[in-house]
């Protein structure tokens, strides 16, 4: 079975540091993916993490540890239009099905 | 390229009526999935096809659901006699393998 678990909502300030965690328990694991979604529109993709460790992205970075099922995005010198829901989702099976989680709706403050 | 490509941008239809949506995805990609998302909610996989196999469709997909992909190509996917359940963005995503690219979706609602 598929489940994934992320914070449903998170407030941080304009140019600070946020982490959204993402736990999972995923059959057939492949790896896992964060999105990134503006109200009203379609996700867009952030990152796609396989292996262990840290990814960076310019201010986006992606963690992730197979063994405990945990994965984070942090969003570095936040700025007003990271306002958006972040969808946590693993990829899993032999064609990659890809299992999202509801997401965190962050919310960027002056 | 212009990505994946989703028509109608918005239905609005009365309950029982018929509806049916496009998508046309990236030329290139083998893979394509159908989804549908409710507000707060993250997206629900629907169904899949592998060129014009269609090899996985998710419990949500009742029988008044179809979908299609002939030729491998575009995809339609329609909904007979509409419940105000059905009420949601419905999104089509492509890839060839790893991260997928999302249509814009379609917003259906079902007054």
């Known amino acids: 079975g598929q489940n994934i678990d992320q914070p449903t909502e998170m407030t941080a300030t304009e140019g600070a540091i946020v982490q959204i965690n993402c736990t999972y328990q995923?059959?057939?694991?492949?790896?896992l993916f964060w999105y990134q979604q503006h109200a009203g529109e379609a996700p867009t993709f952030l990152s796609y993490n396989v292996l262990d460790g840290l990814e960076e992205k310019g201010r986006f970075s992606s963690f992730l540890s197979r063994s405990k099922g945990y994965s984070y995005l942090l969003l570095k010198e936040l700025q007003m239009k990271d306002s958006a829901s972040y969808l946590c989702a693993t990829s899993s099976g032999g064609y990659q099905k890809v299992t999202f989680g509801t997401g965190t709706k962050l919310q960027v403050i002056p | 390229d212009t990505g994946v490509s989703q028509d109608p941008r918005h239905k609005i239809t009365k309950r029982g009526q018929n509806v049916t949506f496009r998508c046309d995805p990236i030329s290139e990609h083998n893979r394509l999935y159908w989804y549908r998302q409710t507000l707060g909610q993250g997206p629900e996989f629907l169904t899949y096809?592998?060129?014009?196999?269609?090899?996985?469709k998710s419990r949500l997909l009742s029988d008044r659901f179809s979908a299609e992909r002939p030729k491998g190509s575009f995809s339609t996917l329609e909904i007979q006699r509409t419940e105000q359940g059905d009420s949601a963005m419905y999104l089509c995503a492509s890839s060839r393998s790893g991260g997928y690219t999302f249509g814009s979706g379609t917003r259906l609602t079902v007054v």
């Open positions: 995923t059959s057939g694991f492949n790896g």
């Open positions: 096809f592998q060129n014009e196999a269609q090899l996985e």
